[in-house]
């Protein structure tokens, strides 16, 4: 068992783990990377071909995770509209589903993004490890274990005999992080809720708000927008 002090049960991920274009960037100011903890490890959103040309020609290792593209859209927009809570004017659907069939998203067009780091993953899988999100919720101790050495430090024999594996697997799952006191209550430093990362985590919940059009349109852009490049989604 990790102790109770542990950071992840203390704080919310996007405090822990800083985002490279937000966080980091968001007054204007160079952070002093020598003064982080090393290996540092950041997120971002960004598109490969937008990241430092130092973050693409060294030996930094990029992480990328995917979710099926139906899903992602209801999840952005469902993120969108509960940082408006404030405001009026929250997005329809179909106004939203509208600019998403467009490519007209906050990071660029979703198969252009998708499309760069499934290529980069290809070209250069020790630097790039692109990630389904439906394959590690379906086997998320087998990809746990991928990543792992992937980064290099993977598990000894000892650690997955004494739990450690699956027990790192109970404290980073949907349901413990989205049930900690600190994910329900409080705010990041720029201002978002916690709760507002954290809504339901399932596959497939596109079914409750697509209609049928949606859905055959949308099939028909991803067909084109995929087609020959040998990476298929799961939409459950």
């Not at 068992?1 to 996007?14: D, R, T, V």
């Not at 290996?39 to 490969?48: Q, W």
């Not at 087609?227 to 799961?234: A, I, R």
């Amino acid at each position: 068992m990790f102790e109770q002090n542990h950071p992840l049960l203390n704080k919310n991920p996007h405090d822990l783990v800083p985002f490279l274009e937000l966080t980091l960037y968001v007054d204007g100011q160079v952070p002093d990377f020598s003064s982080f903890t090393t290996p540092r490890l950041l997120s971002t959103h960004l598109p490969f071909a937008s990241l430092p040309k130092s973050a693409q020609d060294s030996e930094t290792k990029l992480v990328y995770l995917c979710r099926n593209p139906k899903d992602t859209f209801i999840s952005m927009w469902h993120f969108s509209n509960n940082l408006r809570l404030h405001h009026k004017d929250t997005n329809s659907i179909e106004e939203m589903f509208d600019l998403y069939c467009k490519g007209m998203s906050v990071y660029g067009p979703f198969w252009d993004h998708v499309l760069d780091y499934w290529k980069q993953s290809i070209e250069n899988p020790n630097k790039v490890l692109f990630l389904m999100y439906e394959e590690i919720k379906e086997q998320p101790k087998m990809h746990l274990k991928r990543l792992a050495e992937f980064l290099e430090c993977p598990f000894s024999i000892k650690e997955e005999n004494c739990g450690v594996v699956d027990e790192i697997l109970r404290m980073c799952s949907f349901k413990n992080l989205s049930n900690l006191e600190v994910n329900t209550t409080g705010k990041l430093s720029t201002g978002e809720e916690n709760k507002v990362f954290f809504r339901r985590g399932e596959i497939g919940d596109w079914k409750n708000y697509f209609t049928t059009e949606m859905s055959e349109k949308f099939n028909y852009i991803i067909e084109q927008k995929f087609q020959g490049s040998g990476l298929k989604f799961s939409y459950n």
